[in-house]
């Protein structure tokens, strides 16, 4: 059972799972490109102009800054991307981020007032937004970049218009457990 599976309580059904929308990656992506681009023909130019051991020198140091570059724009917001959840359940909504520090946020089914979402015209055409959750006693809560955002929406409305129509959760009771041992003075 791999993520988010697991951090679902017994009996819970996962509804929706999504990562951030691609667009996020794009800039990353464009920054690794042109780094590439910018290290290979550094590199070329050291081969050609350079001899001995300017030439082995300016290469590793063109080298250590080409990867200090993708690690720091392109690997570090792939990475954030692909540890970030939105997920929705029968019960709950859960955000969960981050790989070294894990956070997240649950917000029940039952304790959701509103859901609204927003995108601008880049957004529709990527069919992208920004959903809005605001619960009874919090102030909302924004999540950028959710996939196919109007679909999200309806989807969570439903389920807090179904989680609003159920009928209360009856509280678990200790079963009856009669005590045969008469030797035992603590069950009276």
Do not use: C
């Not at 023909?41 to 250590?64: E, H, M, N, P, Y």
């Not at 981020?97 to 859901?115: E, Q």
């Amino acid at each position: 059972m791999g993520y988010p599976e697991d951090a679902l309580a017994q009996d819970e059904e996962l509804i929706l799972h999504r990562h951030p929308h691609w667009k996020m990656l794009v800039l990353p992506a464009l920054t690794f490109v042109l780094a590439t681009a910018v290290a290979g023909f550094l590199l070329g130019l050291a081969q050609t102009r350079l001899d001995g051991t300017a030439r082995t020198v300016s290469s590793i140091a063109v080298g250590i800054i080409w990867l200090g570059v993708v690690a720091w724009r392109s690997v570090a917001p792939f990475t954030v991307w692909k540890f970030t959840h939105f997920i929705v359940t029968d019960r709950r909504v859960l955000i969960r981020h981050g790989v070294l520090t894990h956070t997240g946020i649950d917000i029940p089914m039952g304790r959701i007032s509103n859901v609204q979402f927003r995108h601008g015209l880049i957004d529709r055409m990527l069919k992208t937004g920004t959903l809005v959750i605001a619960s009874a006693s919090d102030d909302p809560l924004e999540f950028d970049d959710i996939p196919d955002v109007e679909h999200v929406h309806a989807l969570l409305y439903q389920q807090v218009f179904d989680s609003a129509q159920q009928p209360p959760q009856q509280p678990l009771q200790r079963p009856i457990v009669e005590n045969d041992d008469p030797n035992d003075r603590n069950g009276w």
